[in-house]
């Protein structure tokens, strides 16, 4: 099925993240119907977005911050690697906690 935007859902999606909060943002802009796409959308969006402020905070903290910045850059690479294939395999693949805050913030699934 098709979702607004003209693409599959299953590739709008995956979309979703392909560059985080940008493509997350931009997908939650242009979706009207979808709500798989919205989902991904949102998903993404506070995923990636807290991931990036979690590394910002890190850069300034000495010593600590700097040995778990490598860590989180890793999650954060795993995590982009698994839901853009999950979004593609239509899977509605909801991680912990931000799974369920996106569910509510595009009002349910």
Known sequence: MPSSTGLKENVAGALSYLLGPITGILFL????????VKFHAMQSTITFGGLWVISIILSFIPYIGWMLLPI??????????????????????????????????????
């Open 72 to 109: 989180i850059n890793l999650i954060g690479l795993i995590l982009w690697i698994v839901l853009i294939y999950k979004a593609y395999s239509n899977e509605w693949f909801k991680l912990p906690v931000v799974g369920d805050i996106a569910e509510q913030q595009i009002g349910g699934v």
């Open 29 to 36: 802009l242009m979706e009207k119907e979808s709500q798989f």
